[in-house]
């Protein structure tokens, strides 16, 4: 039985291949990046509709655990093989399998492996390009957790070898996949709000752990840890677990609050908005006010984008707790949006009474006379505005959306919903926020050189 599905794909495998082959000759290799280019050979490989998807987890940290979980619980969905570089992270995910399944600290070894159809990756960020472009280029599709990037090359880097390997890359920016957003982007092409000129996004945190301050495993050492590895491309440095445990606080693995929350924000706005390039400018102002632990990146930041129809502000504090909420405010009302709900606020952008500020009484008193007679609604033919509420079913869960998107996407070979473009958008965005704030400068995105200025 299983011989039978194997050959089947081999088949499938080597048919697509060759035409592959043809195309990837005819590719620029300066259009994409050397690296990319070099090892250009894999073929893609759809999953039949009648078999399992079995799939590698890279990472099985906090993230990583919960997409193990939630993906071996999905219809037709199987984990064969987790690699992880603490003890304590592939013990929990022989745990999680419920059954035995190969497991390394080294990823490549997944890579290599035959009953790996794809793998979903949720490491530390400065592991990301890395991770990725081996993925494509070992003929593996990859789900990989947001931001993209660490730093703004590796994301065009990654969506070459993406593109001349022919794999699906999906970020894992769940609100991409989720419902509230998709019906918010329904209303929003709609035009129920109107014009949106401003857009408004915002969260707050008031804890420990909501500031990235997780409990340091009691068995951390050099023993139980592949710290070398960790490091990856980061300066060198001696082994320090509070590093591991809590490495969003350091700009050598993550991007601070940019990195770790607004690209939520910024996905969900994109995502609505069609938003398909990054923004044109980035201005912010950022702080570290209450978290003096040895972190080096804010605890508080604000900052103004300018996109082509609208600017949107984001704000994100860790000192304060307040709901996630996006608000896209038009001449037709506001659109507010949360993770469990979507809501339009309609206006009629007209004016209800005189407006005569300053004039004086008889001047004012004709005018609303004639103002009234014009204006006021006939008795009995006023209707109802219609401010529209939607919600989550109970229980939704937008990871296991997007999860299932993904997997739907190695199947059929379709685009994913989030892919490396989309991704890298969202990325470079996070990056603009954190230039400008270290910079004390305008962050301006230079299309035709793919960089940062200012
Ligand atoms: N989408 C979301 O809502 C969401 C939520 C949390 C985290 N994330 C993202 O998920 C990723 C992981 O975050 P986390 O909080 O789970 O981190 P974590 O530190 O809890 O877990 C990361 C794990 O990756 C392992 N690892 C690191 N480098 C590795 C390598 N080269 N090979 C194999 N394993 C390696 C570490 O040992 C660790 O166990 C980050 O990119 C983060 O931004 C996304």
Redesign the pocket.
Known sequence: MRRTRISRRDFMARTAGAAFAANAVMLDPDAYGKSAFSLAVSPPRAVPPSDTIRFGM????????GLMRTSIELPGVECVAA????DG?VELAKEIAGKPIFTT???KELLDRQDVDCIVA????H??K??VVDCCQAGKDVYC???MTHHVPEGFEMAAAAKVNNRIVQI???RASSVIYRKAKELYEQGAVGDVCLVEASLGRNDPCGAWV?TIPPDLSPET?DWE??L?TAPKRPFDPKR??R??CYQDY?EGIP??LFV?LLTGIHTIAGITAPPARASSVGGLFRWNDGRDVPDCISTFYDYPKFHAMLRVTLNTSAEEGTYFFGTGGMLEVHDDRVTVWAQDGMDHEPCTPGWPRKMRADYAEHWHGEHDPKPGSQQTMASQNFYTPPGYND?REHLWNYFTSVRTRQPSVEDASFGNNTAIACHMANHSCDKKAIAVWDENAKEIRG
């Not at 949720?122 to 960020?125: L, N, Q």
């Open positions: 890279i990472g099985v940290g906090m993230q990583g655990s690699c992880d570089l603490y992270r600290k080294r990823y949720a490491v530390p960020d592991w990301h890395q991770i957790e947001k931001p894992g920016s769940q997780y840890v590895t960790w990856g591991w445990t490495w969003r993550g990195g770790d939520h990871d």
